[in-house]
């Protein structure tokens, strides 16, 4: 269910012609009674802004954070179109509406896809009634196929406490980096919280989850996060922790469905000045493309961590460094360390990989999480279709 987990949401997806593969591409979340609800979004730092984000940030600010639906479509990112690009986004805002029977602020927009191609807008015209018509408590899974661009699996997550429920889907494989990470996600839950509260948590949970993930240092020009809250479960004392738990869950699925990532790969950096040193320095290491091929290699070459380390525009002391693959520490005040190299192997041939660096200079930490590069993301990006 996903998605439609919480109470009063219901969801559909189906194809309607953007993909020319046939493969599901329109997308929609809608509260089951067409009614606005609190709502809020997390958009993308990129200032090449794609015209869906634009349009969803400006409905927002004028329904003062009030929703009915998303709208989304895949196979195409509707970005780098001026203005028959935002004119297409609201058009889809306005067709979905006609259907729900709602204000045309009230529904927000996503796509994803090629960058500065015009939308096929006689296929999503097309499409929209039969969206409308499909929508469904059963619909989370249609909605999620839907969404998938490179994503070889859906994203999908619901997250129950003894309060609230939380759902949500994403779809993202690439062009992922912090602020944020191309990604879409939409969350949805049946606890209660004001427009500016709901804002508030959401923010926090981006900033712990999406905002350490980083594939390939890329930050699309669509990224968004959007919350839908329909309150049914009454108000929630803390949902800021549902919400981050389920954005997590998202994130580490991105990471897992990287383009070509054989190995998922978390690098926290401890012992550094400060909080914002540390995420500086792991980001520094997890987008190296020397470390990422090392880890594709399985070669434990911790001087490219520690160069990395010190490039990063950070508090740095060589004499102090550590570095440890796993429990295995193979750097220690900045020259090798005496290890077990077949833990150290061992610990590399697995799909989930830790590394560890001690700046040993204070109490910052930060970790990013990534993965390894290999041959199959080279040949996924060299395609344009």
């Known amino acids: 269910m996903s998605v439609t987990a919480p109470d009063g949401f219901v969801a559909a997806g189906l194809h309607c012609g953007v993909k020319d593969t046939g493969a599901p591409d329109l997308a929609l979340v809608a509260t089951a009674d067409r009614k606005p609800v609190p709502a809020a979004a997390v958009f993308t730092s990129n200032l090449a802004t794609a015209a869906p984000v634009q349009v969803s940030r400006r409905h927002l600010e ?38 729900l029977g709602c204000a045309p602020e009230h529904v927000l927009v996503c796509s994803t896809g090629l960058i500065g191609i015009p939308l096929p807008m006689p296929a999503i015209e097309s499409g929209i009634p039969g969206l409308v018509a499909a929508l469904s408590p059963d619909g989370g899974v249609d909605a999620a196929e839907a969404i998938r661009t490179t994503d070889t699996v859906r994203k999908e997550v619901v997250v129950r406490d003894t309060a609230v429920t939380v759902g949500g889907m994403a779809k993202g494989a690439a062009m992922l980096a912090p602020d944020m990470a191309t990604m879409l996600a939409v969350l949805t839950t049946d606890g209660g919280a004001e427009p500016g509260d709901l804002r508030t948590d959401l923010q926090r949970s981006v900033r712990e989850t999406f905002n350490t993930l980083s594939v390939d240092g890329c930050t699309s020009t669509n990224d968004t996060v959007i919350v839908l809250a329909s309150g049914r479960a009454g108000s929630a004392s803390d949902l800021t922790h549902s919400l981050t738990q389920a954005c997590d869950s998202l994130a580490r699925q991105m990471a897992a469905d990287a383009e070509g990532a054989t190995k998922t790969v978390r690098v926290l950096v401890t012992g550094a000045r400060s909080d914002d040193e540390a995420r500086q320095a792991a980001r520094k290491v997890a987008e190296s493309q020397l470390v990422k091929c090392s880890l594709y290699g399985v070669d434990p070459y911790w001087g490219r961590i520690v160069s ?35 833990a150290v192997l061992a610990h590399l041939q697995a799909r989930d990989v830790d590394i560890v660096c001690d700046l040993g200079l204070g109490q910052g930490t930060g970790s990013i999480l990534t993965n390894d590069l290999t041959h199959a993301y080279i040949d996924e990006n060299m395609r344009t279709s």
């Open 62 to 99: 004028a329904s003062g954070g009030q929703a009915v639906a998303v709208v989304l479509n895949s196979g195409n990112a509707n970005a780098a179109t001026g203005d028959a690009g935002r004119s297409d986004a609201e058009r889809m805002c306005e067709l979905v509406a006609q259907h």
């Open 308 to 342: 990395e380390l010190g490039s990063a525009g950070v508090a740095f002391d060589p004499d102090l460094v550590q570095v440890t693959y796993g429990d295995v520490v193979v750097c220690a005040k900045g020259v090798a360390a005496d290890h077990d190299a077949d």
